[in-house]
């Protein structure tokens, strides 16, 4: 089993990023998979998650308006835009992948739920 992220780098703020998360090695189609990030010193937070099956989309209420997640069903891959990016969005994104649950913004505050973690892309916004 596998998630990789990709597409962290370094940006000015008011600039987009998209990142992209590539699964392998179980039913990706049965899967709901989400993004979240972790700044230093603080607890990782969900950002968006998508039942890959479908492409029903939930966000963290604080992750609303700025924050697209998408999915490429051809090529097991969920993607995560950000626009307008401001210093706080500064940090590790992770994607990971939950089995056979049911979609739902529910899922951003259970990281337990999770079954599968990919490695994290660094994302830094800074003028």
């Known amino acids: 089993v596998q998630l990789v992220e990709s597409g962290g780098k370094s940006v000015k703020p008011g600039e987009s990023l998209r990142l992209s998360c590539v699964a392998s090695?179980?039913?990706?189609?049965?899967?709901?998979i989400g993004w979240f990030r972790q700044a230093p010193g603080k607890e990782r937070e969900g950002v968006a998650c998508?039942?890959?099956?479908?492409?029903?989309?939930y966000y963290a209420d604080s992750m609303k308006g700025r924050f697209t997640i998408s999915r490429d069903v051809a090529k097991n891959t969920a993607y995560l835009q950000m626009d307008n990016l401001k210093p706080e969005d500064s940090g590790d994104y992770y994607c990971a992948a939950a089995l056979l649950v049911l979609g739902g913004q529910w899922l951003l505050y259970n990281i337990d739920e999770y079954d599968y973690w990919g490695q994290g892309t660094p994302v830094t916004v800074s003028s």
């Open positions: 090695g179980f039913n990706v189609g049965d899967s709901v």
């Open positions: 998508i039942s890959f099956g479908d492409g029903d989309s």
